[in-house]
């Protein structure tokens, strides 16, 4: 009978865990969420990292942790990774390149009339 | 009544500290990285309370006692915590479920004592209650998610809920100083049954039937301890017994 034991901080005793423990890379089975943040009434969501979670329901909870510890939002939206289609890098040249030498889809080629603001 | 005041407050503080540093022991260790700042947040929230009603029986004793002299110098007896806080983690269940435990209480107890006559306390209840209802969210979801998860996470539910039950009777049997305190205790209880029933049922799991048969250990909020009260001290009071007065 071991009558005193001695936990160390931090310490997951062996003995309370009961079963068999499950390989350390269990997380990598949730998967990865995109989080989106809106910092302030009238602005729009921006993009602020990623995190693992098993629904979508704790990935905003994980979100609300890790990403607005210091007040940084008022709104999250999470999406799952897999749902998001990304433009594919090597086609850069093709997709970008040609707007390169277009400058006049700039704006700033139009005369406008002094009364006109916010342009 | 004023002497019932300041244990009262300790007892408050004491719950708080305790429970923060008890989940404090998580940091680094949590099963994922985001889990580990969930439970250290909550920590921290907890600590923050703390200080908040320490803050507040400090002034009210009014013999030179600080917030870290009722923290880090008092003794095992002169803890007034409830023996719940202080339970070992355990695994990820264990911790989640005596933050449910707890968190449930804690939350109807607060709803109460922002209306206090007392408007220190009021005034602490009422900052702090915002915190809780997050912890109370989180922790059930965490009960539901494990209890109605594989057989692996619901037994390990079913071990912790064996393990726990025990302590939660005593946060419902009021000490001496808290008999004037205004709080009602049987208001509580109702509410924290019923929302344990019904985190428990969508969690497929089962309250023991207590109907008054299942023996509650009691003895904390008088400073009667279990042993694990004394291991929680020594480390988070080693600095200032080693070094007193230090700061950094």
Known sequence: MDFIRKYYYGDIPEDKTGGTIISKD????????????????????????????????????NARDVYTRRMEGVSIWVVESKYITASNPEEAGELYEPAVDKIYRHPTFYDLPDEVNHM | MNNDLINYTLHLADNSLILGQRNSEWCGHGPILEQDIAITNISLDLIGQARNFYQYAASLKADGSTEDSLAYLKTEREYKNCLLVEQPNGDWAQTILRQFLFSNYQYLLYQQLQSHKD???????????????????????????????????????????????????????????????????????????????????????????????????????QGKHTEHLGYILTELQYMQRAYPGCEW
């Open chain 2, 119 to 221: 408007d220190q306390l009021a005034a602490i209840a009422e900052k702090s209650l915002k915190e809780v209802t997050y912890h109370l969210r989180w922790s059930s979801e965490w009960v539901i998610r494990l209890g109605d998860g594989t057989e692996e996470s619901h037994n390990r539910m079913l071990k912790a809920i064996d393990e726990l039950w025990r302590y939660t009777g005593e946060l419902f049997m009021p000490a001496d100083y808290e008999k004037e305190s205004g709080i009602e205790l049987t208001v509580i209880k109702d509410g924290w049954n019923k929302k344990v029933n019904i985190v428990f049922d969508d969690a497929t799991l089962i309250p023991p039937s207590g109907g008054g048969g299942a023996f509650m250990q009691s003895g904390g909020k």
């Open chain 1, 26 to 61: 269990s997380k990598s089975d949730w998967p990865l969420w995109e989080v989106f943040i809106r910092s302030k009434q009238g602005l729009d969501h921006k993009h602020v990292g990623s995190l693992h979670a098993a629904d979508a329901q704790m990935a905003i909870e």
